[in-house]
């Protein structure tokens, strides 16, 4: 687009919301008396100015809600769709739930913790046992397998906290499952990636809590792409940390 | 005005002499917008669709964040504009072999039923004697039992606002709904007048196609 039009499309612009001083209102005029066009296209536009006029809010409010939607919201799409592709497997429902339900799995796979005893969240443990008889935890294979949970080993450690954690491989990245017990409550504890250059890729955070939580936090990498999970604090002491297998290619 | 959208969605829309896909023509030259955005309605290639399948996570990606964008702003609900979304997603996969690529944009056709499925919930909600919400927050929602064609209005605008760029948007929310000077806005943003006023014109010609097109399919 020329200048000439750019500056068009800024004097209509203005013209439409009233914003014009006179230097440029003369400017406008010489506009409208050489191009036609130009009227019509305020007329135009001004109309779809005056009917946006019914969203304005009150004095001081804000007229648009700039909300993130939660990471857990991307995990419950996709267990929502069977078949679309890598679905986490304990919110993956055989038919159109039901709301309660569809919430249910959008907490289970939230960054928000949830408590032993809100029932359906299925833990790590619960995961990656071989007691399992849910049919949705039938995808199995190697590291970076869609879908697959991939238990994770973390090196010893003296902490006396409790924590286990498995991975599923996704298309969008990869999600870390987490089972905590023993964390302080109200410390923050941030959930990471790191690849192979060292570079860290954060998967959100949780909180410490009295009572044994599951959660599960998820980071725009795909697997193959992740060497390390670490959940460590805020200032980057490092409370966990496991390395994982490479992906076969 | 319907509030029901016909799927899938019409032919694009004819935007300043040309006739271009409809999510094509919501971006100003300058600003390319999110991947999902540039979407080419009758091209081929559709983001988000392969194979003839939709591809719920490229899907959800590239658009998954502007439905809750329409949806939380239409409930003022947090969760229950998550739930929309999801809902959205799952009544597009259940109707995945309906969508015509040639018709419309995925974009666009995704919008459609995110609409109709936040008016389900938002009458729904309507119909509960207990809300989730503030009494503020409520009374931003119009009450369709005392005025249906104003829920109405109120989704459709905001159903087009959701759908053009977020720099366009952040333009036309300061200045024409907050009262925002351009120079104040400027210096909020960072971003010259020239610059802002021209985002202004392209919102303003994208909404206009937007909603005429909404209004044809009505």
Known sequence: MSTADERRDELVAAAVTDDLDDAERAELDALRASDPRVQAEIDELRAVSDRLGALAPGPGASAWRDDEPSPALAGAVLASTEGSGSARPSARPSARPSAPRRRLGMVAAAVALVAVGAGGALGVQQLVSDDTAEDDLAVQGPPGTLGAVEPVAFAADDDPADVDAALVAHTWGTEAVLDVEGLPPGQVYDVVFLDADGTEVSAGAFLGSAVEIHCSVNAAILREDVRVLRIQLPDGTVVRSAELPAVAT | ?218
């Open chain 2, 1 to 218: 005005m319907a509030l029901s959208l016909a799927l899938p969605v019409a032919s694009p829309p004819d935007v300043g002499g040309r006739r271009v896909a409809g999510a094509v023509a919501r971006l100003a030259p300058e600003e390319p917008g999110r991947p999902g955005a540039t979407e080419r309605a009758g091209s081929g290639e559709q983001v988000g669709m392969g194979d003839d399948e939709l591809d719920v996570a490229a899907a959800y990606r590239l658009h998954g964040r502007d439905l809750f964008g329409f949806a939380v702003n239409a409930t003022q609900d947090r969760h229950l504009a998550e739930e929309c979304v999801q809902d959205t997603f799952t009544r597009a996969w259940q109707a995945r072999a309906r969508f015509d690529p040639a018709r419309g944009s995925l974009r666009t056709w995704l919008f459609a039923i995110a609409r109709n499925v936040v008016v389900d919930h938002v009458r729904a909600r309507r119909r509960r004697p207990l809300r989730a919400v503030g009494d503020d927050e409520l009374a931003r929602v119009p009450d369709e039992t005392d005025q249906p064609e104003r829920l109405d209005a109120h989704m459709t605008l905001l159903w087009a606002l959701a759908q053009i760029s977020e720099p366009q948007r952040r333009v036309v929310v300061a200045v024409r709904l907050e009262g925002l000077t351009y120079e104040q806005l400027a210096e909020r943003d960072g971003v010259p007048v020239p610059t802002l006023r021209t985002r202004m014109f392209h919102a303003l010609r994208a909404l206009r196609a937007i909603l005429e097109e909404e209004e044809g399919d009505a």
